[in-house]
């Protein structure tokens, strides 16, 4: 049986099929591949710069960073964030941490840290959140705070190279 199929069907059926990419990403990809995804993330790890130097004074990487949201039920995978803000502000990003899901979960949040601070200025434009679509996609963005740490925590950073949770974040007067 030959059908021919058409963009209508790839429209109607992005988010079953994205779904299927990840899974088979997670369960086939990933686990095949992790020794070699380890030595990569540990090589990332150990290459980013904790501060860059701007005028004189270091910027730490939590003041050149932003918080990204993302709408359940409509992926966002890391390659589009890093190809949006490439395409409108260059090769800006420093690094990016996705929120770590398991098995067909998605990501609903992203860090990203960018070389330059004056590129979070860049991307809001003056207000303190902005919102913006990727590919029919919505996500929000605003600069990046810090957990605090806890008092008892022995540890100096607030949430161990792992992503703070997803606040409450109102964003209906956004526009």
């Not at 109607?12 to 095949?32: F, P, Y």
């Not at 860059?52 to 995978?77: C, L, Q």
């Not at 890391?78 to 803000?85: A, I, L, P, S, T």
């Not at 398991?102 to 809001?124: M, W």
């Amino acid at each position: 049986m030959e059908k021919e199929i058409d963009l209508q069907f790839f429209h109607q059926n992005q988010v079953s099929m994205a779904q299927g990419i990840a899974k088979i990403m997670e369960e086939v990809c990933l686990r095949s591949l992790k020794d070699i995804m380890d030595i990569v993330v540990e090589r990332n790890k150990m290459a980013a710069a904790p501060s860059i130097v701007h005028g004189g004074e270091a910027v730490p990487a939590d003041n050149r960073a932003m918080f990204v949201t993302f709408s359940k039920g409509y992926p966002v995978w890391e390659w589009e964030v890093r190809e949006f803000f490439r395409r409108g502000f260059g090769e800006c990003i420093e690094s990016l941490y996705m929120q770590k899901v398991e098995g067909n979960e998605q990501s609903l949040f992203t860090r990203v840290v960018f070389q330059s601070a004056s590129t979070i200025d860049k991307i809001l434009n003056g207000k303190g959140k902005a919102k913006f679509t990727i590919n029919s996609k919505h996500l929000w963005v605003r600069k990046f705070i810090p957990k605090r740490p806890k008092p008892s925590s022995s540890s100096s950073l607030p949430y161990d190279n792992e992503m703070p949770a997803l606040p409450h974040f109102p964003f209906s007067s956004v526009s």
